[in-house]
């Protein structure tokens, strides 16, 4: 099999052996996504594969080192170290030479100290620090052990002093640097290995996506909360186009599967449903509604049975709500009305079977006695007259899949309202959409700080917003102070909306107006 970037799969594959310079792979992070990636499987991996565009294991490596909580916490000239990073990368910030054996021992790093490769590198070449002494300095950043660093930083002032590279007052800074940086420094070598570990991760997302979401909805329960990372990867699905779909019943897989370029929900995915379920299930599985109800639905329990239903993975013509309603009428006949039905009646809906269950004798297996034939008659007013409509509710379906397999397949909550105004889906909008764009979507997150910045807007508040719709998820929308009063009944979590989207001179998004659905 071959790609168009140019990798090639055959019987030998190794992803050991795969190219590191793939272009679809890279594409794929630099675009920041992230989801399933080894160290990257976050917002803030996401949001800094768009800031830095990595194009290399080096630079995979430096991203899992600087969104570590040290590095973004640490400041230097009112930006975070992770900030100054990707500005230098970038080139929109300038890397100020500082002295020539320092900026040997940084250069990697654009002058900045983000591994404790770095910082060994200090001490051994501006220091003369032994490899004992290097080893000690490694280890008072790689174990945070305070009362270490504060013992190397005086022998790396008066060592500085001895080896005569660096003058006092530049000893003291670079210590400066280094004091800064013991919250957070991380080891080259391990980022570098993580780094091989998650292209390998990338690269199978980039050529086998439907591989990939099956095998990684498989384990989502292994994960601290499932339903979150199921959510997550169902959407991220959609940004690939990749169909997930309810589990079928009748296709008895007990996890994740593929069937029709589409990936299925197993059987243990839906909460409820366990190894002994599936044990009693035969391989002559029903193929109507009437067959499961009448010859099968003795043989699983009755919570186990409901949430088939519930899910939509009993794939019959016919309404989960009626399925339901009609199983439970069934469940208030007696065993021996239920026998009679299920060998004599079995071809025909409830309704039906049981007017004409009413018209047999006792003696022939009819109802026993009058109550009971009076019991029937009102079970068959109450099909005829359901107290509620039979019809799907939207709303209902979501709520049941949501609690049941950990989100919403079949449909989104935007599926339920009628008041939609858009004029681009989020996949547009990040595919580049110009102009004017009007988005109906989901609230997924709002993260509310005050300006700091000197100026008009100081202590104001404004925020940066998640939304999602049934194409794709785009987060680090920006609502400016002056919106962000008027706008902030609206931009509530979990709320639906119709978002007016814009973007400014350097191609960054922000809301305009939003309105509730």
């Given at each position: 099999m071959k790609?168009?970037?140019?990798?090639?799969?055959?019987?030998d594959f190794n992803i050991e052996n795969?190219?590191?310079?793939?272009?679809?792979?890279?594409?794929?992070?630099?675009?920041?996504f992230c989801k399933g990636l080894f160290q990257l499987d976050s917002s803030l991996g996401k949001h800094w594969c768009k800031e830095i565009i990595p194009s290399s294991i080096k630079d995979y490596a430096d991203?899992?080192?600087?969104?570590?909580?040290?590095?973004?916490?640490c400041k230097l000239e009112g930006k975070s170290m992770t900030e100054h990073f990707a500005m230098r990368k970038n080139g929109k910030e300038e890397v100020k030479p500082y002295h020539p054996i320092v900026d040997n021992c940084l250069k990697d790093t654009y002058n900045l100290i983000v591994y404790q490769e770095s910082l060994m590198a200090l001490g051994r070449d501006t220091a003369n620090f032994t490899p004992t002494e290097v080893n000690k300095l490694r280890k008072s950043a790689g174990k945070k052990d305070s009362k270490l660093m504060s013992e190397m930083g005086k022998l790396y002032i008066e060592k500085a002093k001895e080896a005569n590279i660096l003058s006092e007052e530049q000893a003291k800074e670079v210590w400066s640097w280094v004091k800064k940086s013991e919250r957070y420094l991380f080891c080259l070598a391990?980022?570098?290995e993580y780094a091989i570990i998650?292209?390998?991760t990338a690269w199978i997302k980039a050529h086998f996506p439907l591989q990939f979401f099956c095998s990684w909805l498989r384990y989502a329960n292994d994960k601290i909360d499932p339903q979150k990372e199921i959510k997550e990867l169902v959407q991220d699905a959609k940004e690939f186009n990749i169909p997930v779909k309810v589990p079928n019943f009748l296709d008895k897989k007990p996890g994740t599967y593929i069937k029709d370029e589409a990936v299925y929900f197993g059987l243990l995915n839906i909460k409820g449903i366990g190894e002994s379920t599936l044990n009693k299930l035969s391989d002559h599985?029903?193929?109507?509604?009437e067959e499961m109800l009448y010859g099968y639905a003795d043989r699983i329990n009755k919570t186990a049975l409901e949430a088939l239903i519930q899910v939509g993975a009993l794939p019959y013509n016919v309404s989960r709500t009626k399925m339901l309603y009609e199983y439970n009428k069934w469940k208030e006949l007696s065993e021996r009305e239920q026998s009679y039905i299920s060998k004599n009646l079995a071809n025909i809906p409830l309704t039906q079977s049981l007017e004409c269950y009413t018209t047999i004798s006792r003696k022939d297996g009819g109802p026993s006695n009058k109550n009971r034939l009076e019991t029937i008659e009102s079970l068959i007013k109450t099909l005829h007259n359901p107290p509620f409509s039979l019809e799907d509710s939207v709303y209902r379906i979501i709520a049941d899949e949501t609690r049941l397999l950990g989100a919403a397949i079949t449909y989104s909550q935007l599926d339920a309202v009628n008041d939609i105004k858009a004029n681009a889906t989020l996949k547009e909008v990040i595919d580049g959409k110009k102009g004017f764009m009007a988005v109906s979507c989901k609230i997924e997150e709002v993260k509310t700080f005050r300006v700091k910045k000197d100026g008009p807007n100081l202590g104001k508040l404004m925020a940066k917003v998640k939304l999602s719709d049934d194409t794709s998820t785009l987060d680090g929308l920006t609502v400016f102070p002056s919106s962000f009063q008027e706008l902030s009944n609206v931009l509530i979590m979990g709320n639906l909306a119709n978002v007016i989207l814009e973007r400014d001179r350097n191609d960054g998004l922000y809301i305009k107006q939003a309105s509730q659905l």
């Open positions: 790609f168009d970037c140019g990798c090639e799969v055959n019987k795969v190219p590191l310079d793939c272009k679809r792979t890279w594409e794929l992070l630099q675009k920041g991203i899992t080192a600087i969104i570590r909580p040290g590095t973004l916490q391990h980022a570098c998650g292209y390998w599985l029903p193929k109507t509604w």
